[in-house]
């Protein structure tokens, strides 16, 4: 796909998961089922009932791979940016980390999550949360202005991966974090499922290699990276994510060659650092 397409295909997405409320439309989702998906789907990955609570209604939409924010050991005072803020959680969760004399700062492409999310910062009185509109690979962001950089499944529905990590190393002050939870392959997907806009929204064709993402990371400056964390893909939860039916649908594989290929895509949590 050209990358104006690739946008246009997640633009359209999340705009629509933010209108609907929707939660289960990825890889590291759990089945769609009980009371609360998107509650459920994001104690499985790392928050705490705790997080989930603290936020404005709205602001948890069960989008995540992981938690970066508890990840990233956040200091009070810190400028934190994250990367695909959506409608606002793990910048609210920051927020209250950083406190007053620290600022927050989400990044989205979507009009409809921003939208969403400044709404959520206004009935929850975070005033030291600001969410811009724009690309990760064009981050409207001041040079070696912030103390940390977080993404929580988000990177790999970029086009241009190296270009978002060399954003985030500009942004960083020197001696700053990334910390990301994100999607990543261990083998290459057929073409049938690159292909695939199901597939897109869900974090899965656009990921890229488990190698080549860590090679990115440290090709963009970054040093001290580690691999934190690490999950599969749930494969039982295909038949219930409306969005894996919509990928099992688009692809013309037996069911057991993708599962065999769903055992492949992995959830890391990656921490790095750039030199001082």
Request: hydrophobic fraction near 35%; aromatic fraction near 4%.
């Amino acid at each position: 796909m050209e990358e104006r397409d690739v946008k246009r295909i997640v633009r359209e997405g999340y705009g629509a998961i933010a209108g609907s409320g929707s939660s289960c439309c990825g890889p590291s989702r759990p089945c769609c089922c009980g009371p609360d998906p998107a509650k459920e789907t994001s104690v499985r990955i790392g928050y705490s009932e705790e997080d989930l609570e603290s936020v404005p209604e709205g602001a948890n939409l069960g989008l995540g791979c992981g938690n970066p924010v508890a990840l990233a050991s956040l200091q009070e005072g810190e400028t934190v940016l994250d990367l695909g803020s959506g409608p606002g959680l793990d910048c609210f969760l920051a927020a209250e980390r950083v406190g007053k004399r620290g600022k927050v700062i989400g990044v989205d492409m979507t009009p409809e999550m921003l939208e969403r999310a400044r709404e959520n910062a206004r009935r929850g009185g975070y005033s030291n949360v600001e969410f811009r509109l724009g690309e990760i690979e064009n981050l409207p962001v001041a040079d070696n202005s912030v103390d940390v950089v977080i993404s929580n499944c988000v990177i790999n529905l970029s086009p241009d991966k190296p270009r978002v990590f060399r954003e985030a190393f500009r942004v960083l002050k020197p001696g700053g974090r990334l910390m990301v939870s994100d999607i990543v392959l261990e083998e290459e997907l057929p073409e049938a499922i690159r292909k695939s806009t199901a597939a897109y929204v869900g974090c899965i064709s656009g990921a890229a290699l488990r190698e080549d993402y860590l090679r990115m990371i440290a090709d963009a400056g970054f040093r001290d990276l580690e691999v934190l964390q690490e999950s599969p893909f749930p494969i039982e939860c295909l038949d219930s994510d409306p969005v894996a039916a919509g990928l099992l649908a688009e692809i013309d594989l037996p069911r057991e060659e993708i599962n065999r290929l769903l055992q492949g895509v992995k959830s890391l949590g990656i921490r790095a650092r750039k030199p001082m």
